[in-house]
């Protein structure tokens, strides 16, 4: 897939105030400073279409982008660590859950990971919650330049070896780098073929 045109559409806490127009949706989630910004802007080859900061927690709404007019890329608040108080951070989670488990356009939700860390409990409690209330997701492992290829292959396969203690079957895992451009053709073809089998 070539992305021609992205265009903002809007923000909203609430499933009602999202873009009118209905199209199949794909977003992007994960902890905070995951490297969720930058991603969104490499995989649609713009700098800035979504904000990127140094600081936790800068998303805090749900940023629908539409995507050569025929889908919509969803850029979600992060979980966990973030320097925002308890009640933000309850009222984050409820606009998150409340997103994911009732968007009926919701196609796939990218779950992002810190290729060079392992997977903290935060990331399976959320991961383990989508499989609960029947969420499709996949995972895509951010920041894959950061490590030598013999060191960036031993650490994703010790937290696919964590996952597989959970799933019998894995998800569609991908490896990003969003300095690099990694994954984006894998992660784009694979939303261009999930919205060829809706139709």
């Known amino acids: 897939m070539k ?36 991603l969104i802007n490499m995989l649609c080859g713009m700098g800035k279409l979504a904000h990127t900061s140094s600081k936790p927690g800068k998303t805090r709404l749900i940023n629908h982008f539409m995507i050569n007019k025929s889908w919509y890329l969803v850029d979600l608040p992060g979980y966990g660590y973030a320097k925002i108080s308890q009640k933000a951070r309850e009222e984050l989670a409820t606009i998150i859950r409340h997103y994911i488990n009732g968007s009926a356009e919701l196609v796939n939700l990218f779950v992002l990971l810190d290729s060079r860390h392992e997977i903290q409990k935060i990331d399976m409690e959320f991961i383990n919650s989508l499989g609960e209330a029947g969420v499709p997701f996949s995972i895509i492992y951010t920041k894959c330049d950061k490590m030598g290829t013999n060191s960036l292959g031993k650490q994703i396969e010790l937290n696919n070896n964590t996952l597989g203690l959970y799933w019998e079957e894995l998800p569609p895992i991908f490896a990003s780098s969003a300095e690099t451009g990694k994954g984006r053709d894998e992660i784009l073809d694979y939303i261009e073929n999930s919205i060829n089998n809706i139709k």
């Open 3 to 38: 992305i021609k045109e992205a265009i903002f559409s809007g923000s909203s806490k609430k499933l009602d105030d999202r873009p009118k127009e209905k199209l199949p949706e794909f977003a992007f989630i994960g902890r905070s400073n995951v490297g969720k910004s930058s």
